[in-house]
Antibody
Framework: QVQLVQSGAEVKKPGASVKISCKAS????????MHWLRQAPGQSFEWMAW????????TFSQKFQGRVTITRDTSASTAYMELSSLRFEDTAAYYC???????????WGQGTLVTVSS | DIVMTQSPDSLAVSLGERATINCKSS????????????LGWYQQKPGQPPKLLIS???TRESGVPDRFTGSGSGTDFTLTISNLQAEDVAVYYC???????????FGQGTKLEIK
C-alpha cells in the first residue's frame, strides 16, 4: 500500500524544537521529492521545504530558511523535518507530501499536530 | 510572491446540482516552455489530509470521478463539480507552483456544503 505515515502529536514550549518523521512505503523512496507543509487551525496550507531523497539536497521557502532542517534516511525510507525556535504561531498540523519538484502533491501523510504552549 | 485568490469563500449547492469554484493567480502559471499550467485542485474533508483531484489545471487524477472537471489557463481557473453528491462536502483548495524562487502557493480555500 502506497502511503506516508507520520509521527504522533507533539506539545512544545516556546523556544523549543520539534522533529517529525515521515515513513514512506509502497513506492521507491528515492524516486520522488518529499515536501513539508503546514496548516494552521482553520487556515490554508503553507509550503515549507522539500528534500531530494536521492542525494539529501534540501530546498527551503525563504520564510523558513534557517529555522527548518530536513533530512532523510534512505535505508528506512523515512524523511524528517525539524523546526526550531518554536513560537505560538507555529501551532499547526504539519504534513509530509510526495510530489514532483514542479507541480502538485499526490500523496500526503496523515498530519502531525504540533501545539506550542507555555 | 504569487497570490492565489479563490471565490467564493463558501457555497451551498443542492444535491444533484453543479458547484463552481474559481481560482485566480496574481501572475500567470502557464509555462511557455511546455504549455502547461502548474495548477492543481485538492479536496480536504474534516480531519483528513488533502486529496489531489486535478493536476495541470485539467488532468483528473486516477480514481477521481468524472464529475470533477478543471478548466482555465494563465491566471484564471475553475473547478466544476457536477451532479453534487453528499460525499463532496469538503473544503477545496487550488495550488500553484512557481520556480524562481521555488514556491508552492495555495488559495485560501472554498467550503462546499449541501443546501
Amino acid at each position: 500500500q502506497v502511503q506516508l505515515v507520520q509521527s504522533g502529536a507533539e506539545v512544545k514550549k516556546p523556544g523549543a524544537s520539534v522533529k517529525i518523521s515521515c515513513k514512506a512505503s509502497g513506492y521507491i523512496f528515492i524516486n520522488y521529492a518529499m515536501h513539508w507543509l503546514r496548516q494552521a487551525p482553520g487556515q490554508s496550507f503553507e509550503w515549507m521545504a522539500w528534500i531530494n531523497p536521492a542525494n539529501g539536497a534540501p530546498t527551503f521557502s525563504q520564510k523558513f530558511q534557517g529555522r527548518v532542517t530536513i533530512t532523510r534516511d534512505t535505508s528506512a525510507s523515512t524523511a524528517y523535518m525539524e523546526l526550531s525556535s518554536l513560537r505560538f504561531e507555529d501551532t499547526a498540523a504539519y504534513y509530509c507530501a510526495r510530489g514532483p519538484v514542479t507541480g502538485n502533491f499526490d500523496l500526503w501523510g496523515q498530519g502531525t499536530l504540533v501545539t506550542v504552549s507555555s | 510572491d504569487i497570490v492565489m485568490t479563490q471565490s467564493p469563500d463558501s457555497l451551498a449547492v443542492s444535491l444533484g446540482e453543479r458547484a463552481t469554484i474559481n481560482c485566480k493567480s496574481s501572475q500567470s502559471v502557464l509555462y511557455s516552455s511546455n504549455s502547461k499550467n502548474y495548477l492543481g485542485w485538492y479536496q480536504q474533508k474534516p480531519g483528513q489530509p488533502p486529496k489531489l483531484l486535478i493536476s495541470w489545471a485539467s488532468t483528473r487524477e486516477s480514481g477521481v470521478p468524472d464529475r470533477f472537471t478543471g478548466s482555465g489557463s494563465g491566471t484564471d481557473f475553475t473547478l466544476t463539480i457536477s451532479n453534487l453528491q453528499a460525499e463532496d462536502v469538503a473544503v477545496y483548495y487550488c495550488q500553484q507552483y512557481y520556480n524562481s524562487p521555488p514556491m508552492y502557493t495555495f488559495g485560501q480555500g472554498t467550503k462546499l456544503e449541501i443546501k
